[in-house]
């Protein structure tokens, strides 16, 4: 069973910086493009940033841009979020997505269970 796990979630002042991690598990082929998707209390789901497979495009919704950089390590099968100058509104639980050709070359869609950002003082 293929399996995305997030962490690095976490309560930080506004300002502050985070680092998400987003770690696929079992048997894998190969991992396709990456999301990075939030969700706060009573709004939908929304775009974060996208990365390609081999890493070298990326893209951001414009309410990051400029303060989130995401980027994946191949070898370890894991996707990176990293956050700096946070706001109270990146408020969230941050998800990561993504397409897996798994070890039976099976095409799945994968999401994590999500993980939690507060940005309080």
């Known amino acids: 069973q293929v399996q995305f796990v997030e962490s690095g979630g976490g309560v930080v002042q506004p300002g502050g910086s985070l680092r998400l991690s987003c770690v696929a598990s079992?048997?894998?082929?190969?991992?396709?493009?990456v999301d990075w998707y939030r969700q706060s209390p009573g709004n939908q789901r929304e775009l974060v940033a996208q990365?390609?497979?081999?890493?070298?495009?990326?893209n951001y919704a414009d309410s990051v841009k400029g303060r989130i950089t995401i980027s994946r390590d191949k070898a370890k099968n894991t996707v990176f979020l990293q956050m700096n100058s946070l706001k109270p509104e990146d408020t969230a639980v941050y998800y990561c997505?993504?397409?897996?050709?798994?070890?039976?070359?099976?095409?799945?869609?994968?999401w994590g269970q999500g993980t939690l950002v507060t940005v309080s003082s």
């Open positions: 997505n993504g397409s897996v050709l798994d070890g039976a070359y099976r095409y799945l869609e994968v």
């Open positions: 079992g048997s894998i082929f190969s991992i396709y493009a």
């Open positions: 990365i390609t497979a081999n890493g070298d495009r990326t």
